[in-house]
Nanobody
């Protein structure tokens, strides 16, 4: 059974930083493409960042230069380092795994950027 468990969300002031983690189980993590999506109230879910099994990354234009996605295959974990956070980054951040044509999702972690 595939499980993706996110952690690291919370309340942060504008300009602050957070690091999200997503621990995966039930998959061969090293060959999976991993990503972070986010969904704000009343908005569609959007891709924030993605990292392939070989470490190639891509980012939404809105977060380029501020967010960094990385992975630790030894720990079956993907991270999202978020710097220079803005109020518009407020959303539920959801971990995604794409493997062998299947999509798996975590339950999400809330990130709130507010003074």
């Amino acid at each position: 059974q595939v499980q993706l468990v996110e952690s690291g969300g919370g309340l942060v002031q504008p300009g602050g930083s957070l690091r999200l983690s997503c621990a995966a189980s039930g998959i061969i993590f090293s060959i999976a493409g991993m990503g972070w999506f986010r969904q704000a109230p009343g908005k569609e879910r959007e891709l924030v960042a993605h990292i392939t099994s070989t470490g190639i990354t891509n980012y939404a234009e809105s977060v380029k230069g501020r967010f960094t996605i990385s992975r630790d295959n030894a720990k079956n974990t993907v991270y999202l380092q978020m710097n220079s956070l803005k109020p518009e980054d407020t959303a539920v951040y959801i971990c995604h795994c794409g493997l062998s044509g299947m999509n798996y999702w975590g339950k999400g972690t809330q990130v709130t950027v507010s003074s």
